[in-house]
């Protein structure tokens, strides 16, 4: 659950946005939404799960269920005793797409100037590292909400696809981008074109996943990855991950560049000596976020 401190700290931000949306989940990261489910999960409560909880409708993506999870992505973020997050759905679907009943009334019009989508893609602007835990469906934007964040688990009935063809559309939360960067354009274009998708052996070979567990173990599997992740340094983690997406949205001369200033600015933390101390002196690193 996220702490009342932690919400009270966004309160002044949040107040001035959307006075209503304050009154209303002034303490609703704690368990209050609608569409989804937020927990503090791990031995030491230093993951944020947040689960979609949209079950009817596979967990079909909707302007409402987005400001939910971008509620509780921005809470864990805040939360100095959070270190990493984990995004599920439920066994049947991580999220069969966008809602296709609520798009098909939609004009080019109310597309556009209603920037439909637009804040679809917070998850890739948290500095914490985030694990998508997939069971069953992962379609259109729920693959795509999948492949923003940083670690792809699978359960192993997960299907992942692009759809979007089939309804006479494509993709347009990063499929066509994220898909090709991770699998490599032969396999994206023949997803993306046929509609057809693959299985979580599939999407491990082609590296969309990293790992496949049985579906109920999934979540505990995805739960104690993140913990190990959050038992590192968060400052230092932050600079790896950062280091990372560069990868893919720089040069190799310039991504290295950015790594090497960031392998250098660990250096003025007192986790790298830290770390550093406890490999030498034999003991476990005791790492302070600092
Ligand atoms: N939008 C709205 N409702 C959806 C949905 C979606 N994307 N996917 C499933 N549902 C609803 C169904 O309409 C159904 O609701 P009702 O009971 O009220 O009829 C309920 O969820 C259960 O679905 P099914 O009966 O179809 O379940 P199934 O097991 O037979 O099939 C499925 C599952 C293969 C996932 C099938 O539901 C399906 O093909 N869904 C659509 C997948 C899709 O095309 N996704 C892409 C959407 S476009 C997009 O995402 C654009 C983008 O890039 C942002």
Redesign the pocket.
């Known amino acids: 659950m996220a702490s009342l401190s932690t919400l009270l700290l966004r309160g002044p931000t949040l107040l001035r946005c959307c006075p209503r949306l304050f009154a209303a989940r002034t303490y609703a990261a704690g368990g209050d939404f609608k569409y989804i489910i937020t927990e503090k999960k791990g031995k030491n409560n230093n993951v944020g799960l947040v689960q979609l909880n949209r079950p009817?409708?596979?967990n079909?993506?909707f302007q409402p269920l987005i400001e939910e999870v971008n509620q509780a992505l921005t809470v864990f973020q805040e939360d100095p005793s959070i270190g990493a997050i984990v995004l599920t759905g439920t066994e049947?679907?991580f999220a069969?797409?966008?809602?296709?009943?609520?798009?098909s009334d939609k004009t080019f019009q109310s597309c556009y100037s209603g920037k439909f989508?637009k804040d679809?893609d917070s998850v890739t602007q948290l500095k914490k590292p985030i694990i998508a835990a997939v069971n069953g469906?992962a379609?259109?934007?729920?693959c795509?909400l999948a492949m923003m964040c940083d670690i792809i688990y699978a359960g192993e009935n997960a299907q992942f696809?692009?759809?979007?063809i089939?309804?006479g559309?494509?993709?347009?939360?990063g499929?066509t981008q994220r898909l090709t960067r991770v699998v490599g354009k032969s396999l994206a274009m023949e997803m993306i074109l046929t509609?057809d998708r693959i299985s979580a052996q599939e999407a491990k070979q082609a590296g969309l996943v990293s790992k496949i567990f049985p579906v109920e173990k999934l979540v505990e599997e995805a739960v104690r990855c993140a913990e190990k992740i959050a038992s590192n340094s968060k400052l230092v983690t932050q600079m790896a991950k950062e280091s990372v997406n560069a990868a893919f949205e720089t040069t190799l001369a310039e991504g290295v560049r950015l790594e090497k200033k960031l392998f250098y600015c660990t250096f003025a933390t007192d986790d790298r000596k830290e770390g550093m101390s406890a490999f030498v002196e034999k003991r476990k690193a005791n790492f302070k976020d600092n």
Not at 96 to 103: L, R, S
Not at 139 to 142: D, E, H, I, S
Not at 169 to 173: Q, S
């Open positions: 009817k409708a596979l079909a993506l049947k679907a069969a797409g966008a809602d296709i009943k609520e798009m989508l679809w469906y379609l259109g934007g729920g795509e696809g692009q759809p979007e089939l309804l559309t494509i993709p347009g939360a499929g509609g």
